[in-house]
């Protein structure tokens, strides 16, 4: 059985992911590369926040929040490139998710 701080933290995540928009690049994210690597949307780019929001049809500064919210889920994480974020999706909350509903 899982314990209370483990049900918590699921919580998070699917909160995190009952938004649409953060559904929506989060699915983003994970259709264009495997987790735990950077998405490539195109052969010339990674996927910043500002070529997400392109992909997503959602404001960059919309974008951002959500991008926070998600990282703040633990389901993405990121990196400064100078002026330009990269994401990515976390591959152990992947598994975690994967295990939960596996069990």
């Not at 690049?25 to 500002?50: K, M, W, Y």
């Not at 633990?74 to 069990?103: A, M, S, Y």
């Amino acid at each position: 059985m899982s314990n209370i701080k483990e049900i918590e933290d699921f919580a998070e995540i699917f909160k995190a992911l009952s938004n649409p928009n953060r559904l929506k690049i989060f699915r983003q994210l994970t259709a264009c590369c495997a987790p735990g690597t950077v998405c490539v949307i195109d052969e010339n780019s990674t996927a910043f926040v500002g070529e997400l929001s392109r992909h997503v049809d959602i404001a960059p500064s919309t974008v951002s929040h959500h991008i926070k919210e998600l990282k703040r889920a633990g389901l993405i994480r990121t990196r400064r490139q100078g002026q330009k974020i990269e994401c990515w999706v976390d591959p152990q909350t992947i598994k975690l998710i994967q295990d939960f509903f596996l069990r």
